[in-house]
């Protein structure tokens, strides 16, 4: 930004981050009607946002169709929701093979206004996601090759989140800082300061000032593509769930994945060309997983002219109040399910990695608007009172944080297996008491039952799905 920007710029620029962000204001009815479990007024209530932001695809267009798809799907609007994942999918699709993640005019925007008016292109989490529920989708239509490729799809999205992402964030790190120093400010000195780390550190722990490289895989997502893959009945597709199973159980660890090692156990007999008892798996989806809030705090510049400015950082902020078990009766003994995912944890840790990059560029963005204010006064002569009430617009509008994120994600999920019992019929038994009585087991080798309760007391849904491929 120049230092002679005029009032009247400040004051459009300000007008566009105001457009561009508050995603969790304009979500807050839709989340409201999701929370209690009215999903059909939900979907109703997403359904003019999403033809809102169709025409929003650089900025806003993806994170709304990820809720929409999640949202739709739970109102069992299926095709609907088959339609939202798609055009999230095939709008971020090219970051996987050719498009750079960092367009750096975009970058340059957003040193300028903030983050919020960064095209939002999902995090590796949201795209592995995608896929995943475009999969559910998939096999409660009974489209299973579909699934499949969706499941592949997920696959992809994970190798290229380990391969890449740890270079990407240094990178755009590196440029960020670039750009502050090319305006005269330095991110490091404000860093090293002790009263900003101290403030750095109650809000984040030790994680703040760290930067490396994770494991992008989300345990449901392998697990349901080993699944997927042994209802396939092929020696080849076996050998693929296998892996896909003992992916699993070393991510979980031991005392966690008894169930995943009994589904490996199982690939294994069939690779061995053993004969098979009839399954039955329970994935129970439970909760909503973490929201975005702002922090904000004054950070210090070392600017002789502009000694603080107040900055706005995003927090996450956990959601309680979730039915925390399940069982499932029908057989000898009631089974529980175990935990499989903990969606807080995947999202904690995404969040983590990419914080050195956002604590980063939120300085710069901060310390170039507040010293492009103040010489904007400075220049405005006569005019200094309209760029007085430019940079204060300006300055109140641009430092938000982004608080973009896809909010109807699951807190965790759980699994349980037993065999198919002699009777059809099994009963999954919620921990707040509800239950899902008399739910009719197809005569098939695999079969999926779905259910989903995003807090105690609320109806759960369910799905039951037959896995035997076409």
Same mark, same amino acid.
């Given at each position: 930004?120049?230092?002679?920007?005029?009032?009247?710029?400040?004051?459009?620029?300000?007008?566009?981050?105001?457009?561009?962000?508050?995603?969790?204001?304009?979500?807050?009815?839709?989340?409201?009607?999701?929370?209690?479990?009215?999903?059909?007024?939900?979907?109703?209530?997403?359904?003019?946002?999403?033809?809102?932001?169709?025409?929003?695809?650089?900025?806003?267009?993806?994170?709304?169709?990820?809720?929409?798809?999640?949202?739709?799907?739970?109102?069992?609007?299926?095709?609907?929701?088959?339609?939202?994942?798609?055009?999230?999918?095939?709008?971020?699709?090219?970051?996987?093979?050719?498009?750079?993640?960092?367009?750096?005019?975009?970058?340059?925007?957003?040193?300028?206004?903030?983050?919020?008016?960064?095209?939002?292109?999902?995090?590796?989490?949201?795209?592995?996601?995608?896929?995943?529920?475009?999969?559910?989708?998939?096999?409660?239509?009974?489209?299973?090759?579909?699934?499949?490729?969706?499941?592949?799809?997920?696959?992809?999205?994970?190798?290229?989140?380990?391969?890449?992402?740890?270079?990407?964030?240094?990178?755009?790190?590196?440029?960020?800082?670039?750009?502050?120093?090319?305006?005269?400010?330095?991110?490091?000195?404000?860093?090293?300061?002790?009263?900003?780390?101290?403030?750095?550190?109650?809000?984040?722990?030790?994680?703040?000032?760290?930067?490396?490289?994770?494991?992008?895989?989300?345990?449901?997502?392998?697990?349901?593509?080993?699944?997927?893959?042994?209802?396939?009945?092929?020696?080849?597709?076996?050998?693929?769930?296998?892996?896909?199973?003992?992916?699993?159980?070393?991510?979980?660890?031991?005392?966690?994945?008894?169930?995943?090692?009994?589904?490996?156990?199982?690939?294994?007999?069939?690779?061995?060309?053993?004969?098979?008892?009839?399954?039955?798996?329970?994935?129970?989806?439970?909760?909503?997983?973490?929201?975005?809030?702002?922090?904000?705090?004054?950070?210090?510049?070392?600017?002789?002219?502009?000694?603080?400015?107040?900055?706005?950082?995003?927090?996450?902020?956990?959601?309680?109040?979730?039915?925390?078990?399940?069982?499932?009766?029908?057989?000898?003994?009631?089974?529980?399910?175990?935990?499989?995912?903990?969606?807080?944890?995947?999202?904690?840790?995404?969040? @983590?990695?990419?914080?050195?990059?956002?604590?980063?560029? %939120? &300085? *710069?963005?901060?310390? +170039?608007?507040?010293? $492009? #204010?103040?010489?904007?006064?400075?220049?405005?002569?006569?005019?200094?009172?309209?760029?007085?009430?430019?940079?204060?617009?300006?300055?109140?509008?641009?430092?938000?944080?982004?608080?973009?994120?896809?909010?109807?994600?699951?807190?965790?999920?759980?699994?349980?297996?037993?065999?198919?019992?002699?009777?059809?019929?099994?009963?999954?038994?919620?921990?707040?008491?509800?239950?899902? @009585?008399?739910?009719?087991?197809?005569?098939?080798?695999? %079969? &999926? *039952?779905?259910?989903? +309760?995003?807090?105690? $007391? #609320?109806?759960?849904?369910?799905?039951?799905?037959?896995?035997?491929?076409?």
């Amino acid at each position: 930004m120049s230092v002679r920007a005029r009032p009247d710029m400040l004051l459009s620029l300000g007008c566009l981050a105001l457009c561009a962000c508050g995603y969790d204001r304009k979500m807050s009815g839709v989340i409201a009607s999701y929370d209690t479990g009215q999903f059909k007024q939900a979907a109703s209530e997403i359904q003019p946002l999403l033809q809102e932001h169709d025409q929003d695809a650089p900025i806003n267009g993806v994170v709304f169709h990820l809720d929409g798809g999640t949202v739709l799907r739970a109102a069992d609007e299926l095709p609907a929701s088959v339609k939202s994942l798609d055009w999230a999918y095939e709008t971020m699709r090219p970051y996987l093979d050719q498009a750079a993640e960092t367009k750096i005019t975009e970058e340059a925007a957003a040193v300028v206004t903030n983050q919020t008016i960064r095209t939002y292109r999902g995090t590796s989490y949201d795209r592995i996601m995608l896929n995943t529920y475009q999969a559910l989708n998939y096999l409660q239509m009974r489209q299973f090759d579909k699934a499949i490729v969706e499941l592949n799809r997920a696959a992809l999205w994970q190798k290229d989140a380990v391969d890449r992402n740890a270079d990407r964030i240094q990178k755009e790190q590196a440029a960020f800082e670039s750009a502050g120093k090319s305006k005269g400010y330095d991110a490091s000195a404000t860093m090293n300061d002790e009263g900003f780390r101290t403030a750095m550190e109650q809000a984040y722990g030790p994680v703040w000032d760290k930067r490396g490289s994770i494991d992008y895989e989300v345990p449901v997502t392998s697990w349901l593509r080993g699944v997927a893959q042994m209802a396939r009945a092929e020696p080849s597709s076996w050998d693929q769930a296998r892996a896909s199973f003992k992916s699993v159980a070393g991510m979980l660890g031991d005392g966690a994945n008894a169930l995943v090692l009994q589904d490996l156990a199982m690939a294994d007999a069939a690779t061995r060309g053993e004969r098979l008892t009839k399954w039955v798996w329970v994935l129970f989806e439970t909760g909503r997983a973490p929201s975005r809030k702002e922090l904000r705090i004054d950070i210090p510049l070392f600017i002789q002219q502009v000694p603080y400015v107040g900055a706005a950082f995003p927090l996450l902020e956990f959601h309680d109040g979730q039915v925390a078990s399940l069982s499932v009766e029908g057989c000898k003994d009631p089974v529980n399910a175990t935990l499989l995912c903990d969606m807080d944890a995947v999202v904690k840790r995404s969040f @983590d990695d990419q914080l050195p990059l956002v604590i980063t560029a %939120t &300085l *710069v963005s901060s310390a +170039s608007k507040a010293v $492009g #204010t103040y010489f904007a006064q400075k220049a405005a002569g006569d005019y200094g009172w309209a760029a007085a009430l430019g940079g204060a617009v300006y300055q109140v509008a641009m430092n938000s944080a982004d608080l973009r994120c896809w909010l109807t994600l699951p807190k965790q999920w759980l699994v349980a297996r037993l065999p198919r019992p002699d009777s059809g019929t099994i009963c999954a038994v919620l921990g707040d008491g509800q239950r899902l @009585d008399g739910l009719a087991i197809p005569d098939v080798p695999f %079969t &999926l *039952v779905h259910v989903k +309760s995003v807090r105690s $007391g #609320t109806p759960p849904i369910h799905a039951i799905m037959p896995l035997n491929a076409p």
